[in-house]
C-alpha cells in the first residue's frame, strides 16, 4: 500500500501528518544538492563545486538554525514545529540526520578525490613525497607559515585561547627531550592563510593547510618529541538577535556582530583518532553542555575544498556562459529608458546581463533630467557597481535615496561598509525597520518628461548582487506604468517615514497586504473550481513553510483546483495524500544554476497558460518571515509580452524540466525523474534561445523563439508512478497534458 493511501482521512488532522518538518526538509535539500557531486553528466571540477557548496550550506544551517534549537533547549522554550516536534525532538532528529549527511559528504569526496587524481589533480594528505617536493614544502612552512601561527601551551600558565568560528585547530601532544615532561600545545589556523597549498609542478598537486602543519610539526616545536596530533574545527552560533527599542540601529549592529564572533559553540568537528583527554579538554574549555560533535574520518571543512574548484582545468568545468544583453534595449541604441518608456520589459538571469540593471542606474546617474533615485540594497555584494552608480547620482546633484537592510544575514559588515560610503557622497541612508526586514527589491527613478515627471521602476526576485546574478536565476522587471510609479513611492514612503499606504493600485506589499492577496487569488481560483471552470495554480519559490498558506493549498485541492508547485528548497507541504493534496505536485530543481526567481499564476477560469491568467513575480518566499515580518512586494504581470515570457516560458520550463528535477512523494522523499520520452533541461533551453520580451524587433525578423506548449492525451498525471509505484509529485499540472517544445511566432 502506498504512502499516501495509508494517510486516510482520518488521519491528516494530525500535524505531523499535514507538514514535514522544516528543518529536516532543508537537509533533505542539501542531499539533493550534495547528489550532483555524483552526477555522471557533470564535469569533475563542477562536482567538487557542489560538495563544497553542499559543506558550506550545513555549516550555515548549523551556524543558524541548530544554534536557534540549543538556545530553545537552554531557555527551556517548549515551542513545537510545524509538524509537533519540541525542540528537543527536533535536534534529536537532526542529528541523526546530520550524521549521516557528514558521512555522505566524506564518502563522495573520497570518491571525487580519486577521479581527481586521475585528471592529474591530486590532494596529498598523508602521502609521502619526493625529496623536491618535500624540500619545497619544508621552505615554505619556514617562510610563509611559522611566521603567521602562534603555538601556545595549555597549561594553568597560559589561559584557554578564543577559537574563532569556523576556526581550525590542531592540538599536540608533546614530550620534551630534555626533561620528559609531557606539553600539550595548540595551533590555530589564521584565516589569512590558503585553506589548500598549491605545490609547483607540471601537475596540480594540493595539501590541506592543517596537513602541511602537522607534517612538519618538528620545525615548530624544536626539542620536542611530538607523540600524536588532533585536528578540529568549531562552529558558534551567528545568528544577531536586535532588541525592538534599540536607540541607534547603526551602534546596535556593530555591537550584535562583534557579539556574534563569541557566540556559543553548536558544533565541534573532530578529525580521526582525536586524542580522548584533548577531546575531553576542548568539550570543558569550549563549554560545550548544548553542541554537536562529529568525528570527521576525511577532511574537515568540505566547503574549504572551493578552493581547488578555482584549479585552471577549463575542460573539467562547464563551458562558459555569457548572458546576451537584451535586443530590445540595443534597439533603442542602449538607452534603458527609451526601451522601457515602449512597453515593459523583463530580464531573465543569469541568461541576460544583470548589467541591464546596473546600466538603468549608470544612465540614471548621468542624465540631467533625472532628479530622484529610490533604491533598496539587501545584498550588493563586495564590488557593487550598484552602489557606485548611486554615489555617482548623488554627486551629480540628484537627490538619493538607499534603503540599506542591516539585518541581512552574514552580510551586515559589508551592508554598514556600503551604507558609510554613502552616505559620504550625501545619498539619504535609511535602515527601515528595526523588527521587520526589507527584503523587497526595488529601484525607482523619477525622470523630467513633456512638462512633468515619469517614474520609472524596477522590480527583482533578486538582489542587486553582480556576483550572484550570475548563477542564480531571477527576473528583472521594468516598467513605466505611472500606476506602478505612485505604488513604488508609496512603498517607499512607508519604509522611510512609516507612512502606511492606504490602498496601492496594482502592487501588494508585505505585511501588509501580501498574504491577503495571495489568499484572494486562491480563493477566486476555488470558486471557477466549484463552478465547473478550468481551475489551476503554477508556483515557483525556493521555500514553502507558511501553514496557513499551505492549508489554503490543501483546501484548494480538495475543492478540485490543479496545483503544480516547483519548490526549490524547503517544502512542509505534504503532496498527494488523498482527502488532503492529491491534487498538489511538488518538484525541486537543482542544477548548473540556482533556481531563485518567485512567480505564482493562477488559471483564472481558462486552462494553463492563458493570456487570462493572473501572474505575479515576488520577492517573497512562501514563508511567514516572508508575510509577516518583511518588507516586500508580489508584482502583477499586465504586458502581453511580459506575461507571456514568465508564464509560458519561465514557469512552464520550470515544469517541464525532467533532467535536473527531483519529484516529493507523500511520505517525504525526493526521487529524481526517470528516462521519459522527451528529455527537457530548463537552463539548457535558456541558455541556448532567447527570450521573448528581450527580443523586440528581432523576434519578427529573426529566428523564431522556440516556446513550450500543451499537448493533450500523451503521459499519466505521475510519470514517476510507472516508474518507481510512488505517487504525489509529477510535474505535470493537468492529467492528460504534456509538454512540448513548438516553434511559435
Not at 512 to 519: I, K, P, Q, V, Y
Request: proline content about 6%; charged content about 25%; hydrophobic content about 40%.
Amino acid at each position: 500500500m502506498e504512502v499516501g493511501q495509508k494517510l486516510a482521512k482520518a488521519d491528516v488532522a494530525d500535524s505531523s501528518q499535514r507538514y514535514f518538518n522544516r528543518e529536516l526538509s532543508w537537509l533533505s535539500f542539501n542531499r539533493r544538492v550534495l547528489a550532483e557531486a555524483c552526477n555522471p553528466d557533470y564535469p569533475l571540477l563542477e562536482r567538487l563545486r557542489f560538495l563544497s557548496i553542499s559543506g558550506s550550506n550545513l555549516d550555515e544551517f548549523l551556524m543558524v538554525r541548530v544554534a536557534g534549537l540549543y538556545g530553545q533547549v537552554r531557555r527551556r522554550i517548549e515551542q513545537t514545529s510545524i509538524d509537533g516536534l519540541t525542540p528537543t525532538q527536533q535536534l534529536a532528529a537532526i542529528t541523526e540526520a546530520v550524521l549521516a549527511l557528514e558521512a555522505a559528504q566524506q564518502a563522495v569526496w573520497q570518491d571525487l578525490r580519486a577521479s581527481l587524481a586521475n585528471e592529474g589533480i591530486t590532494v596529498l594528505g598523508k602521502r609521502r613525497v619526493d625529496a623536491e617536493r618535500s624540500r619545497w614544502l619544508r621552505a615554505f612552512v619556514n617562510e610563509h607559515v611559522l611566521p603567521i601561527i602562534t603555538p601556545q601551551a595549555i597549561d594553568p600558565a597560559h589561559p584557554f585561547p578564543f577559537v574563532a568560528s569556523q576556526g581550525i585547530g590542531i592540538l599536540f601532544s608533546l614530550v620534551r627531550t630534555a626533561d620528559g615532561a609531557p606539553v600539550m600545545e595548540m595551533v590555530l589556523i589564521p584565516q589569512q592563510l590558503p585553506r589548500f597549498v598549491q605545490l609547483p609542478g607540471d601537475e596540480a598537486s594540493y595539501i590541506a593547510i592543517e596537513d602541511l602543519i602537522c607534517r612538519h610539526a618538528s620545525l615548530l616545536f624544536p626539542g620536542f618529541k611530538v607523540l600524536g596530533h588532533g585536528v578540529f574545527r568549531i562552529l558558534r552560533d551567528s545568528d544577531i538577535e536586535i532588541e525592538e527599542d534599540a536607540e541607534d540601529l547603526v551602534r546596535t549592529f556593530r555591537t550584535a556582530i562583534q557579539r556574534r564572533r563569541r557566540g556559543s559553540v553548536v558544533v565541534l568537528r573532530l578529525q580521526g583518532d582525536f586524542d580522548p583527554a584533548a577531546e575531553q579538554l576542548l568539550r570543558t574549555q569550549l563549554g560545550l553542555d548544548h553542541a554537536l560533535v562529529i568525528d570527521s574520518p576525511g577532511l574537515i571543512g568540505i566547503g574549504g575544498l572551493a578552493g581547488i574548484v578555482e584549479e585552471d582545468r577549463p575542460d573539467l568545468k562547464f563551458e562558459p556562459y555569457s548572458p546576451r544583453y537584451p535586443e530590445r534595449i540595443r534597439e533603442h541604441d542602449g538607452d534603458c529608458f527609451a526601451a522601457i518608456r515602449e512597453k515593459d520589459i523583463v530580464i531573465h538571469h543569469p541568461y541576460e546581463s544583470f548589467e541591464v540593471v546596473v546600466d538603468f542606474l549608470r544612465q540614471a546617474a548621468s542624465d540631467p533630467d533625472v532628479v530622484a533615485i529610490k533604491q533598496t540594497l539587501y545584498r550588493a555584494g563586495k564590488q557593487s557597481a550598484v552602489i557606485a552608480a548611486l554615489i555617482a547620482a548623488a554627486d551629480a546633484g540628484k537627490s538619493v535615496t538607499a534603503v540599506v537592510e542591516l539585518k541581512a544575514r552574514f552580510d551586515e559588515e559589508q551592508n554598514l561598509l556600503w551604507a558609510s560610503q554613502l552616505e559620504r557622497a550625501g545619498v539619504q541612508v535609511i535602515y527601515g525597520f528595526v523588527d521587520w526586514k526589507t527584503h523587497a527589491k526595488v529601484s525607482m527613478v523619477v525622470r523630467r518628461e513633456d512638462g512633468g515627471y515619469r517614474t520609472y521602476c524596477h522590480f527583482g526576485t533578486g538582489n542587486y548582487h553582480p556576483v550572484t546574478a550570475r548563477i542564480y536565476t531571477d527576473l528583472s522587471f521594468f516598467t513605466a506604468d505611472p500606476r506602478m510609479g505612485r505604488d513604488a513611492a508609496r512603498l517607499f514612503n512607508f519604509i522611510t517615514g512609516y507612512v502606511e499606504p492606504r490602498r496601492t493600485e496594482l502592487l501588494a506589499i508585505a505585511p501588509l497586504g501580501l498574504r491577503t492577496r495571495l489568499g484572494e487569488c486562491i480563493s477566486a481560483e476555488i470558486e471557477h473550481a466549484r463552478a465547473g471552470r478550468p481551475a489551476a495554480i503554477w508556483a515557483k519559490m525556493n521555500s514553502l513553510t507558511d501553514p496557513d498558506l499551505i492549508e489554503q493549498l490543501y483546501a484548494a485541492s480538495n475543492a478540485g483546483v490543479q496545483i503544480s508547485l516547483a519548490v526549490r528548497g524547503i517544502c512542509c507541504l505534504r503532496p498527494g495524500v488523498p482527502g488532503m493534496s492529491e491534487r498538489i505536485t511538488v518538484k525541486s530543481i537543482i542544477g548548473r544554476f540556482l533556481e531563485h526567481s518567485r512567480i505564482w499564476a493562477f488559471a483564472n477560469g481558462a486552462p494553463l497558460p492563458s493570456p487570462r491568467a493572473r501572474v505575479y513575480i515576488s520577492s517573497a518566499d512562501a514563508m511567514t518571515r516572508n508575510f509577516d515580518r518583511r518588507v516586500e512586494v508580489l508584482v502583477p504581470i499586465r504586458n502581453r509580452t511580459v506575461h507571456d515570457q514568465v508564464l509560458d516560458q519561465v514557469m512552464m520550463a520550470n515544469l517541464l524540466d525532467t533532467e535536473q528535477s527531483w519529484l516529493l512523494a507523500a511520505d517525504g522523499t525526493y526521487q529524481r525523474v526517470g528516462p521519459v520520452e522527451q528529455p527537457f533541461n530548463l537552463h539548457r533551453y535558456f541558455m541556448t534561445n532567447p527570450s521573448l520580451s528581450g527580443r523586440g524587433a528581432a523576434l519578427g525578423n529573426g529566428r523564431k523563439v522556440p516556446k513550450l506548449a500543451l499537448r493533450r492525451g500523451a503521459l499519466p498525471a505521475r510519470p514517476d508512478r510507472a516508474r518507481s509505484g510512488t505517487p504525489g509529485a509529477g510535474p505535470l499540472p493537468h492529467s492528460r497534458d504534456r509538454m512540448a517544445l513548438e516553434t511559435t511566432d
